[in-house]
């Protein structure tokens, strides 16, 4: 019954690669934006990277070089490439969908999480991500 499930998080050394992948379901993926989101204790959760349905990307400058985010439309799945990973990228991982009904950024979509923040409609359960020798 979930919308979103998340794959591909794990154990990997510092400057590994991951590639997480996310299957939605009983959604007309087409027309959703994409996040992915990590957070870890004590910290509010950060999003990373997002694509618009238009396929428009938004990345953190934490990430920015090392992640790529994609979506397959036919395959209703998403997709976030993790490269030269490091330690401080170690969380758990979450990706998202949102069918924005207002005209909403990408950038805005990804960056104003929080309370008062912008709500995305389909949440994963997360997937761990742990970079350490």
């Known amino acids: 019954q979930e919308q979103l499930v998340e794959s591909g998080g794990g154990l990997v050394q510092p400057g590994g690669s991951l590639r997480l992948s996310c299957a939605v379901s009983?959604?007309?993926?087409?027309?959703?934006?994409i996040g992915w989101f990590r957070q870890v204790p004590g910290k509010e959760r950060e999003g990373i990277s997002c694509?618009?349905?238009?396929?428009?990307?938004y990345y953190d400058d934490s990430v920015k070089g090392r992640f790529t985010i994609s979506r397959d439309n036919a395959k209703n799945t998403a997709y976030l490439q993790m490269d030269n990973l490091k330690p401080e990228d170690s969380a758990v991982y979450y990706c998202?969908?949102?069918?924005?009904?207002?005209?909403?950024?990408?950038?805005?979509?990804?960056?104003?999480?929080?309370?008062?923040?912008?709500?995305?409609?389909?949440w994963g359960q997360g997937t761990p991500v742990t970079v350490s020798t």
């Open positions: 009983e959604l007309d993926f087409h027309y959703y934006a």
């Open positions: 998202a969908a949102a069918f924005p009904l207002f005209a909403t950024t990408i950038e805005t979509m990804c960056t104003m999480t929080g309370p008062e923040g912008y709500k995305w409609d389909y």
């Open positions: 694509m618009s349905r238009e396929e428009t990307t």
